[in-house]
């Protein structure tokens, strides 16, 4: 079974800056797609933003221009970089990623880091 690990959520004041890391458990995978959501309480999780294996990337309005999104192949790890953090970012963020391994094809969710952005 492929597992997906997150790591880098935190408290930090509204426009600073923190980087997610999503990695990939297992040998012998590809990530074809990869991409990060997140779900503010109350909310509904919606799609922050994704990137193919070949580096295509989308993003929905509200992040343009402050996070980015991009991946490793050869670590099998994804990243979204967060800058000019507000208030209304603070949620949970979740990776997702399509993953073909020996044992079959799978749609995997990390854990969740905690985004909490303080004004």
């Known amino acids: 079974q492929v597992h997906l690990v997150e790591s880098g959520g935190g408290l930090v004041q509204a426009g600073g800056s923190l980087r997610l890391s999503c990695a990939a458990s297992?040998?012998?995978?590809?990530?074809?797609?990869m991409g990060w959501y997140r779900q503010a309480p109350g909310k509904q999780r919606e799609l922050v933003a994704a990137i193919t294996r070949y580096g295509s990337t989308n993003y929905t309005d509200s992040v343009k221009g402050r996070f980015t999104i991009s991946r490793d192949n050869a670590k099998n790890t994804g990243y979204l970089q967060l800058n000019s953090l507000k208030p209304e970012d603070t949620a949970v963020y979740y990776c997702n990623a399509d993953i073909l391994a020996k044992a079959g094809r799978y749609d995997s969710w990390g854990q969740g880091t905690q985004v909490t952005v303080s004004s």
């Open positions: 297992g040998s012998s995978v590809v990530i074809n797609a």
